[in-house]
């Protein structure tokens, strides 16, 4: 374990470059679980944004009555609609990595979408709605995960899941909730913190304030998703797309 923070930009060797004769059933299986008809826009903007970082295929896996909306919205996504947990769990079987949690609802729909999700193996990407459904029982969610996981809390998501936690310091705490978590926390705010639970924490400098509206955190989870479903350490994976993230916002 380091006391330092690594720096947030040297994630560059471990980033998934695509080869020569990369293909698309090479790069990587992501998986974004999207709300209902009406709350269809955050899965699509993190659906895209793992499209835009190079995972091979993306489907979004949605509620029925959600699947025409998300096809006439957007192109090369998959859409497979699923009307039950088991038909979830089966549809994001061989995924590298799902995100689920923008715009899903804060309601047990949520909460059973990810234990079913956390039974498949891929790496699970959990943000927004899918924090808040276990708020008042984070230890469930805790024990649902693993170390390639990753948990992208904003501060009041944070606060929530890691109540008093942030009285000892935003560092100290990150690397306190990875810990606890048994998986990697992005602590989003205007100086991004990402923890893993072996120890290691990166503070992110480049932040800007353009990403102060709805619709970036959403963007970030795709990022992430995308780069950990090629296989990238979950990890450098976040390093990579906090840092990108931040880039694409000043261009």
Do not use: Y
Not at 116 to 121: C, D, P, R, S
Not at 136 to 146: T, V
Not at 212 to 237: E, H, K, Y
Request: aromatic letters at 4%.
């Amino acid at each position: 374990m380091t006391d330092q923070p690594t720096p947030s930009d040297d994630w560059r060797a471990a980033f998934p470059w695509p080869g020569v004769e990369a293909h698309k059933h090479a790069r990587g299986r992501l998986g974004v679980v999207s709300g209902k008809a009406t709350r269809t826009g955050a899965a699509r903007l993190a659906a895209r944004a793992g499209l835009r970082i190079g995972a091979g295929v993306v489907t979004l896996l949605c509620p029925p009555d959600a699947a025409t909306v998300i096809a006439a919205a957007i192109e090369a996504v998959m859409v497979s609609p699923f009307a039950s947990d088991e038909a979830l769990a089966a549809a994001a079987k061989g995924m590298d990595a799902v995100v689920i949690g923008p715009a899903a609802g804060v309601n047990d729909a949520t909460a059973a979408n990810v234990r079913a999700l956390a039974e498949t193996g891929a790496a699970l990407i959990v943000d927004a709605d899918g924090l808040t459904v276990f708020q008042n029982w984070p230890g469930e969610l805790f024990g649902l995960l693993d170390r390639d996981d990753v948990l992208t809390p904003h501060e009041g998501e944070f606060k929530r899941l890691f109540p008093g936690l942030l009285d000892q310091g935003r560092e100290a705490a990150a690397r306190e909730a990875a810990t606890r978590a048994g998986a990697v926390v992005v602590l989003k705010g205007a100086e991004t913190l990402i923890a893993a639970p072996d120890g290691r924490l990166a503070r992110n400098d480049n932040g800007v304030p353009w990403l102060a509206t709805a619709g970036t955190g959403d963007v970030l989870a795709g990022m992430i998703g995308g780069l950990v479903a090629q296989r990238m350490d979950s990890f450098d994976a976040a390093r990579a797309a906090v840092w990108m993230h931040a880039e694409a916002a000043r261009a």
